[in-house]
Structure formats: structure tokens, C-alpha cells
T-cell receptor
Framework: DGGITQSPKYLFRKEGQNVTLSCEQN?????MYWYRQDPGQGLRLIYYSQIVNDFQKGDIAEGYSVSREKKESFPLTVTSAQKNPTAFYLC?????????????FGNGTRLTVT | DAKTTQPPSMDCAEGRAANLPCNHSTISGNEYVYWYRQIHSQGPQYIIH???NNETNEMASLIITEDRKSSTLILPHATLRDTAVYYCIVLPSYNTDKLIFGTGTRLQVFP
């Protein structure tokens, strides 16, 4: 089955530590995205990538970094500079050749920083 | 701004059709109507989208009014696993990245 895999599902870290969240897709989608979702709120775009070796900042990129070395993979690093890292992180992907192609999401990683 | 209005909650008996309404009176000509749902602690799941014609897939049907100011998502035979928050979103065809989820409709399917 094609899909988007995020791992781990739950992640706990101490304040001051960097942590990397994994996102892999086998849908052959060109574009990949990272969002965060806070309780009772909608999605906020962190970073996105339309093509390998290229990515752009979203609305809340400060304190985060990404890489896109392979089409299938788009890992997100939450650095110690991120002031409120505890959140539910969602990875998504879509095909860019079709104008109205919808986003498809993984099942998320819930990060707790104490 | 979510640009859509949905009822906060609905109930549906298992096996019956669930009809979820959405108002989007300010929709522009190049904006599509997308439906997603989110089960607690999972990622949003894409359901269906449309521009002006009614659409159907294996999950649901989407009925869009002729003036495009409202639409209805229909789950023809609701099951307990359809219990989730359903989000109606309008997006331009050239920019489906900027998903803005409103409060959605919490659908409770009961036995």
C-alpha cells in the first residue's frame, strides 16, 4: 500500500536537545510538507519542498530545519532554538503536476519536550 | 479565516447516510471545495474534492449547489469508524498547500 510513514509516533526529549522526525513516502509525490498542529488549532506550515535538494520556509520555520536529499524522504529537525516545540507534527505530500492535487498526510509524530 | 461554516457537531446512526453541510458563500471561481477528516491523534485524511460538479469516490459523495455557495458531504452508510472531525476547506487550484482548518463538524456515529 502506498502511503506516508512518520516515525516515531511519540517522542520525548529534554529541553535543549535537537530531535529529528522522520517522514517517508512511497507515493512518488514530488512535493512534501511539514505542519504542526496545536490543541484545538488548525495546521501551520513549517517547511515545504517541491523538488529534491530544494525547500522553502513556511509560516513558522524559525527553530526548525529540513533536508530533501531523496524524493521519498523529508526529515524535520526541531532545534533547541524552537521556543515551543511540544506539538503534533504532520508530514504531507502531493503530486505537483496536477493543479488541484490534494495533500495526503501521515499519521503524525507527537513530540513532548520537558 | 477558514472561509467556511460548518455545524459543530452531528450524530448519525450506524448504517444510515451521514449528510454533512458546509457553507462557503464567498468562494471564488477558481477555488475548489476539499473535505478532510481527522480521527483523534491521527493525521488528516483526504476524502474528496470538487469544483462545481457533483463528485463520488469510494469513500463519499460531494454535492455542490449550482451557485457553489454551499456543499454537502455524504457518507452513504456510516460506520462507527467514520466517527471523526470533518473539515470543509476551500482552496485555489494553484495553491493547495495553505490548508486552513476551521473548527469542523464532529460526527458521532452511534450503534
Amino acid at each position: 500500500d502506498g502511503g506516508i510513514t512518520q516515525s516515531p509516533k511519540y517522542l520525548f526529549r529534554k529541553e535543549g536537545q535537537n530531535v529529528t522526525l522522520s517522514c517517508e513516502q512511497n507515493l512518488n509525490h514530488d512535493a512534501m510538507y511539514w505542519y504542526r498542529q496545536d490543541p484545538g488549532q488548525g495546521l501551520r506550515l513549517i517547511y515545504y519542498s517541491q523538488i529534491v535538494n530544494d525547500f522553502q520556509k513556511g509560516d513558522i520555520a524559525e527553530g526548525y530545519s529540513v533536508s530533501r536529499e531523496k524524493k521519498e524522504s523529508f526529515p524535520l529537525t526541531v532545534t533547541s532554538a524552537q521556543k515551543n516545540p511540544t506539538a503534533f507534527y504532520l508530514c504531507a505530500s502531493k503530486q505537483v503536476r496536477m493543479n488541484n492535487s490534494p495533500l495526503h498526510f501521515g499519521n503524525g509524530t507527537r513530540l513532548t519536550v520537558t | 479565516d477558514a472561509k467556511t461554516t460548518q455545524p459543530p457537531s452531528m450524530d448519525c446512526a450506524e448504517g444510515r447516510a451521514a449528510n454533512l453541510p458546509c457553507n462557503h458563500s464567498t468562494i471564488s471561481g477558481n477555488e475548489y471545495v476539499y473535505w478532510y477528516r481527522q480521527i483523534h491523534s491521527q493525521g488528516p485524511q483526504y476524502i474528496i474534492h470538487g469544483l462545481k460538479n457533483n463528485e463520488t469516490n469510494e469513500m463519499a459523495s460531494l454535492i455542490i449547489t449550482e451557485d457553489r455557495k454551499s456543499s454537502t458531504l455524504i457518507l452513504p452508510h456510516a460506520t462507527l469508524r467514520d466517527t471523526a472531525v470533518y473539515y470543509c476547506i476551500v482552496l485555489p487550484s494553484y495553491n493547495t498547500d495553505k490548508l486552513i482548518f476551521g473548527t469542523g463538524t464532529r460526527l458521532q456515529v452511534f450503534p
